[in-house]
């Protein structure tokens, strides 16, 4: 008898084979039927008129802290992930000090724009870790509603090893061999990868770069080393807009193991910028080097308030912004008039040389296009205004939008909020980006931005808009681009297949429904704190090794153990 039988479904198996009609049985967590499952089952879902596909394998995903208050890791399960991978960009939360945790906290608020408040409520004052091992033990111990792979992160390696000189300095010798030792032992412990970022856009606690930004090649390439001596994982390398090839083969010479860097979107360095890209990357895979870049299928979307207005991270002026500690201080240097004559140069594109359009001017009529696209997403002392664009409400008040943008952020009461495209707005460029067969997808995000952003519902969106609307890709090439690829690219072993022996991780789903609903605004993190989700629309199931989950918002049944495994080195040991 089976545990779980879904019968008269649409089989897509993930590996891109055409799709087939046939029934699934499942017994002890496996698949153990396909096509044709004869014998009777103690539950059944009746999946005629839907689609049975392997799990969706998430390659990016913050829920390095969530996962601690949150085992169920919404909301990614609800669009179909039944595997996560975390510590994405070379963030985390171990190894880290009893005296270092203050640090690694503010640098996930300033980065990753997670509340401080829910980070501390969520995590509490007895963590029950100190090192990368213990974290995993942590995790695996307590239970999860998904798989989860970890990555361990340079930045709180680097903090563990230096304190606070981590935003000072380049690391001595001395620090960099501690910090390999570090790395491989984590990777010995079961890290899917060693993560880094040396993205300009990530700036930490104290407006400071974070601690990996300041790490020299010597010491980026002694730690990819750590991946050829403790035999297993890949790196993963985050970067701004510039692909840096010459790193990317030295990472991967030196780790002797797969690069995937992030990120590749359409927009980032002018219209058809990533053509460029895509040959070169082409010309790596061609030559045997398994180096790919990491895209997404959805805007790039960030909501913010004037509290703290990441989009301008990169901004010069923005400096002593994000120096100002109280709310009074930013007020200041929002009301400047010199301040606002500033910004007005730099929103024109008539700035300084390190101005937000500097890069060059394909990219910067790029960022223009994306400033006039700005709208406000929230306004409680003037609703009308919400969903209007920047420019359209300063046209009606014959004032200039930078200037409106501030005034509204200068409004008494909850913070206006703002939401700004900034890449992968164009579909015609991001349609070719999905089509070419080197890219990996991922940059969902899940744990991270939560009051800017979800887009951990991005498997639902590639199968509702990119499959179904608009018909840039076929069901069986979204699937396999969302379970067996990703899967492939980090080494997870045992997922991304539906397939006789493999654990029974499954979504069924409505092929003509299927979609992500629009943002909400929830207040259900730790002290209160908000964060933006998305509803799915036509998935009927998630079953993670045999187990279905409840349905999103239900409660699970109190005798009922988490299924999710920890997938040490890419595979689950039990």
Known sequence: MYDLKITGGTLIDGSGAPR????????????????????????????????????FVDIHTHYDAQVLWDPLLTVSPW???????????GFGIAPTRVH?????????????????AALETGLGADWP?????????????????INTAVMIGHTPTRLYVMGEAAVERAATADEIAQMRAIVT?????????????VSPVHVGFDGKPVPSRLAARDELLALAGAVRAAGSGMIHYNLLREPDFAMFEQL????????????????????????????????????????????????????????????????????????????????????????????REEVAGRGGRDDYFSAGRAEGESRRASWRLTEVSYCEQEPPLVGRRLHDIARDRGVHPADLMLDLALLGGAPVRFRVPVVNFDEDEVEEILRDPNVVLGLGDGGAHLSQLCDACYAT??????????????????????????????????????????????????????????????????????????????????????????????????????????????????
């Open 252 to 343: 991967h010479q030196a780790s002797g193991s797969t690069v995937c860097w992030t990120a590749l979107l359409a927009g980032q360095r002018g219209a058809g910028g990533h053509r460029e890209t895509l040959e070169r990357s082409a010309a790596l895979i061609a030559r045997g080097l398994p180096i790919h870049p990491q895209t997404a299928c959805r805007p790039i979307v960030i909501e913010y308030d004037f509290r703290s207005p990441v989009v301008f991270d990169t901004w010069k002026l923005f400096e002593p912004v994000r120096r100002a500690v109280t709310p009074e201080a930013r007020a200041r240097i929002y009301a400047d008039a010199g301040f606002r004559a500033q910004l």
């Open 79 to 89: 669009h179909g992930v039944t595997t996560a991978v975390m510590g994405s960009c």
């Open 129 to 145: 870790f100190e090192t990368f091992p213990q974290y995993l033990d942590a995790v695996e111990a307590r239970g999860t509603a």
């Open 461 to 574: 969106h590639l199968l509702g808009h990119w499959v179904r609307e608009r018909g840039a890709l076929t069901l069986e090439r979204a699937v396999h681009m969302l379970s067996a690829r990703p899967a492939q690219v980090f080494g997870i072993r045992d997922r991304g297949l539906l397939a006789v022996g493999r654990p029974a991780d499954v979504v069924v789903f409505d092929p003509a429904t299927v979609a992500a609903g629009p943002l909400e605004r929830v207040h259900d993190l730790p002290a209160g704190a908000d964060r933006l989700i998305s509803r799915p629309r036509g998935i009927d199931a998630v079953i993670v090794n045999g187990a279905v989950l409840p349905a999103p918002g239900a409660a699970w049944p109190a005798a009922h153990s988490l299924p999710g495994r920890l997938l040490r080195n890419g595979a689950a040991t039990h």
């Open 20 to 55: 087939r009609e046939g029934d699934v049985g499942i017994r002890d967590g496996r698949v153990v039927a396909l096509g044709q499952a004869p014998e009777p089952a103690r539950r059944s879902i009746d999946a005629r008129g839907r689609v049975v596909c392997p799990g």
């Open 100 to 116: 270092g945790r203050r640090a690694i906290l503010r640098t996930l608020e300033r980065v990753e724009a997670m509340s401080l």
């Open 185 to 197: 032992e984590g990777l010995q412990a079961g890290a899917i990868a060693f993560a880094t970022s």
